[in-house]
């Protein structure tokens, strides 16, 4: 997408969601796969299939990711929830895959929680972890931010030394402290996908440093802190990655891990999110 036309595309999405949007949204969430529960609970709940949003890529129905964008309130707090995301194995360009993720920086959003599933590289993590994203390793081979750079969004070579933002960060951890909710934190690594990794790829990603891997969060996270909104990033440990287990890798088994352990999910973004709020104003 040429730059002009990126930014009248934003703008005409974020119109057509302001005409539904009883709030300007301050936090914005995108949730991976199995997910989903958690947009279900917003109070003053209403949701906007994302064919009825202008430019927005089209998911290519994977299961386990809906496609609503769903406003509402957390306690006090408005929120804008991206419903499932497209990713970049369904074929859409890496501007396309950011697309909704620019779209809530240009409805105002001071701040995006981005969730997914993962596999675990780290040993000692176990499948039902949540893990708090500290950095990450961009192994997608392709960058968001290629092309034209649109000076109305961010600079051509923003920084990401604090990409994961450390102040939301510690709010994470204090909310998990305070519900006794353990979370583990990490270094998550993209890669495109589709195919799940080979035990190979594995242990050189964990000589690398990585300790989560999985297909989605990266580019949105980059493309968010160049419009210089504050990301925290949750992933779901929902299986051991590839040749850590003497077992095959299925999607089924990433649905039901994010299953078992969805109602732990709900309730820590749900207390997190005032206590979020609060640090944003
Ligand atoms: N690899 C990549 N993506 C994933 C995995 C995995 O093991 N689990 C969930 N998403």
């Known amino acids: 997408m040429k730059a002009p036309a990126l930014m009248a595309s934003l703008d005409a999405a974020a119109a057509r969601i302001r005409r ?26 209403t949701a906007i299939p994302y064919t ?8 290519t129905g994977v299961v386990g990711h809906a496609g609503e964008l769903v406003l509402g309130r957390v306690g006090k707090t408005p929120v804008a929830v991206l419903s499932g995301r497209v990713h970049f194995y369904e074929g859409h360009s890496m501007a396309d895959v950011v697309f909704p993720a620019r779209v809530l920086a ?11 599933a993962a596999g675990g590289v780290r040993l000692t993590f176990k499948p039902g972890d949540l893990m708090v994203i500290t950095d990450h390793i961009n192994f997608f081979g392709h960058h968001p931010l290629i092309g034209r750079n649109e000076e109305k969004l961010g600079p051509r070579f923003p920084d990401m030394s604090f990409i994961y933002d450390p102040e939301l960060r510690r709010i994470l951890k204090a909310t998990g402290r305070a519900e006794k909710i353990p979370l583990r934190e990490g270094v998550y690594l993209g890669t495109s996908g589709p195919s799940y990794e080979t035990p190979a790829e594995i242990r050189a990603f964990r000589r690398m440093g990585a300790d989560a891997v999985g297909m989605s969060t ?16 949750i992933s779901t440990i929902t299986n051991m990655a590839a040749g850590i287990l003497e077992q095959p890798l299925e999607h089924g088994e990433v649905l039901e891990t994010t299953r078992r352990v969805g109602d732990r999910f709900v309730r820590l973004l749900t207390k ?9 104003k």
């Open 272 to 280: 997190a999110i005032p206590r979020l709020a609060k640090a944003l």
């Open 218 to 233: 990266v580019p949105e996270a980059i493309a968010l802190r160049h419009a210089g909104v504050r990301v925290a990033g």
């Open 20 to 45: 539904t949007a009883a709030a300007e949204p301050l936090i914005g969430l995108v949730l991976g796969s199995g997910l989903g529960a958690f947009a279900e609970r917003l109070t003053d709940r």
């Open 106 to 116: 240009r409805l105002g959003v001071k701040a995006v929680v981005l969730t997914n």
């Open 52 to 59: 009825e949003i202008p430019r927005f890529p089209a998911s």
